[in-house]
């Protein structure tokens, strides 16, 4: 990383990528490293390929990003112009939908900072570790090692502890040693975690508290001999409910409270897609899963995938497969 050094102070045309559906590290870690790249005076452009939950409204920057789902000319322009793209938060070109085709044309130099598993080698320089626990902590940790410490103020400080808060699932998940160290350099620098649980976390609408308990009482079916529970909501809920993006955030994470659970299944019928989100506990490796059976991936306890297939020809295959997979497990069951 010794030319990225060079490269980053020599002020540039830089585009900043994530991956579609960007969540709290995707945003995070991207508008962090976007605003500090600004101040070294560079014309940085971030690129979303498809819009952001309200939730993230308050991030310092997501208002300027190009969202590329509803401005494709202007997302291309940026990619074609760039002397640098970053790419963040992701491991394959086709996370990022057509725009990986624009990424791949480009003869910008490219750098990639990721923690999912086996990224692809689409980049000039690649900072991956799966070991972090979120795209956050590599942004910080580049930030720090390329001596640009001095630029994370308390809005940089916010974006990656959101990315941290959101990916960590509050600490709860993925952790090591050096992201509480991250997070206390953060709070020094003058960022308030208080604030920022109170956005993420106690922001519901009644709406999505509601469809919650929809999803609680009416859509969720536990398979305790395999200790798994799914959760789905077909195209008829998402009329109903008018559910938008972000409303189901989380809800696959409510099956992982019961007693006894390892895995957990959301599975949602979209416009073209089912779209399924896998979460688990310890061992499970639910990466696996949705690589081999769902045109997916992510990470060992948190990843998800999709299907050409109707709700009712996806769970037949989700129900297949969890048998087969939870069986080759030893399974115990706590008292
Ligand atoms: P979520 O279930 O919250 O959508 O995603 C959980 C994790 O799985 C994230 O790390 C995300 O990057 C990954 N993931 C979600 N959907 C897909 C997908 O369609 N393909 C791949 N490769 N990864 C996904
Ligand atoms: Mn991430």
């Not at 990656?160 to 709860?172: A, E, N, Q, V």
């Amino acid at each position: 990383m010794d030319s990225v050094y060079h490269l980053i102070r020599q002020p540039s045309r830089v585009v900043i990528v994530t991956h579609k559906n960007p969540d709290g590290d995707a945003l995070g870690s991207t508008l962090a490293l976007a605003a500090v790249l600004h101040k070294l005076l560079h014309t940085v452009t971030v690129v979303l390929p498809n819009d952001f939950p309200p939730l993230f409204n308050f991030l310092h920057g997501v208002d300027k990003a190009i969202i590329g789902e509803m401005n494709p000319e202007l997302a291309m322009a940026a990619f074609e112009k760039a002397d640098i793209i970053f790419c963040l938060d992701f491991n394959s070109l086709d996370r990022i939908d057509r725009f990986g085709l624009d990424v791949m044309a480009s003869n910008a130099v490219k750098i990639l900072i990721d923690h999912h598993i086996d990224p692809e080698p689409f980049a000039d320089h690649i900072l991956s570790k799966t070991e972090a626990s979120s795209t956050a902590e590599l942004v910080y940790d580049f930030l720090v090692d390329n001596k640009l410490e001095g630029y994370i103020d308390v809005n940089v400080a916010e974006a990656l502890y959101t990315g941290i808060l959101m990916d960590t699932g509050s600490f709860r998940y993925a952790t090591n040693p050096h992201v509480f160290e991250i997070a206390a350099a953060l709070k020094r620098m003058g960022m308030d975690d208080y604030m920022l649980q109170i956005r993420l976390f106690n922001s519901m609408t009644e709406k999505q508290l509601k469809l919650l308990g929809h999803c609680l009482a009416n859509r969720m079916e536990l398979m305790t001999e395999y200790q798994t529970g799914i959760i789905w909501l077909d195209r008829d809920d998402y009329k109903n409910w008018s559910i938008g993006r972000g409303d189901t955030e989380g809800i696959v994470n409510y099956i992982l409270m019961v007693r006894n659970m390892k895995m957990a299944v959301f599975v949602s019928e979209q416009q073209n897609v089912t779209k399924l989100s896998f979460r688990s506990k310890g061992n499970i490796n639910v990466q696996e899963i949705c690589h081999t059976h769902f045109n997916g991936g992510g990470h060992r306890n948190a990843s998800g995938g999709q299907l050409k297939a109707s709700m009712e020809d996806t769970l037949a295959k989700v129900k297949e497969i969890i048998p087969l997979t939870m069986n080759a497990y030893q399974l115990q069951h706590e008292q």
